[in-house]
């Protein structure tokens, strides 16, 4: 899966320990955060029925992909439409020179395949599973030979190693289909489908700072939604990245929308993934939740993503900041409507 800040790759275990502390029978669970698809993925490989949800366009193609495509069904034609694009010939287009050349974020030679790849998926008319099979094996294969630290905010001064790597399509690891029925990803605001929402458990992983997932990841946005957009500044990041606002990104705004989320929810159970460099404390999210029922709080000590660790650089790569804290704590608030044992996820 793609390099992603606020993955929950190293918290899989324990989420999935509170999850199943909860549902220890299974059951539907809704992920209305979805972002790299990750915990809906896992969720889906335990048996649970998901629903997996996201605002941006490519994480919700990351969920298609990771969620409600079932690997029966859709690893073989996947197989030989990735095998078909991996013989086409590289062909410069309009991601080679936004993203290879006005900007560097992947070695041109990369960039022309890319953009040949990608116009003959568009041409081809997919199913919407399969097509998002495909698109996410083209984002991972860009994202394994990418110059960044992790994020699209900037690249590297000079070509990572790794970028002059010839890029290489893989299968994405499809889970076959859940026991407890049909997976599915929407893309939708999560304050405005809340209400809709229909499951046993929902699991909230929000954005908690200033800083936007869609110009962390404008790359990989354009590479899905392939409408070439207007772009600017040094990272040529999309037009929209100055217009598609979220309160979740607001320190005054994130407070009412989280709990207008909270309160439009219908479903018994509910897991809040936070931590402690989020714009609302440990003690706000309690209050938050306790009107529900019974909230119980997990810490777990983690290391900072790479880039905090690396400390703040300009365009030209120079080192203009310190680096802070090295480490932070992760926190899921599980509220039930009735008290649940959750010793097996510390």
Known sequence: MIKYIGSKRALLDPI???VRGVLPDGGTVCDLFSG????GHALKGQGFRVWSNDHNAYAHALATCYVQADRDRWAAPAERILAELAALAPRPGWFTQTFCADARFIHP???ARIDAMRDRIE???LEPELKAVVLVALMEAADRVDSTAGLQMAYMKTWARRALKPLELRLPALQPAAAAGPCVATRADAVEIAAEVEADLVYLDPPYNQHSYLSNYHVWESLILW???ETYGVAN????CRTRKSAFNSRPGIGPALATVIERLKAPNLIVSFNDE???SRDDLTAMLGARGHVRVIEIDRP???GARIGIHNPKGEKVGAVGRLRNVEYLFVCTQTPVSLADAA
């Open 16 to 18: 999935l320990a509170a």
């Open 36 to 39: 790299s698809a990750r915990v």
């Open 109 to 111: 030679d990369n960039g």
């Open 123 to 125: 041409a081809l008319d």
């Open 227 to 229: 409408d070439r957009p």
């Open 237 to 240: 990041k999309r037009i929209d």
């Open 278 to 280: 989020g714009y609302l």
């Open 304 to 306: 900072r993503y790479v």
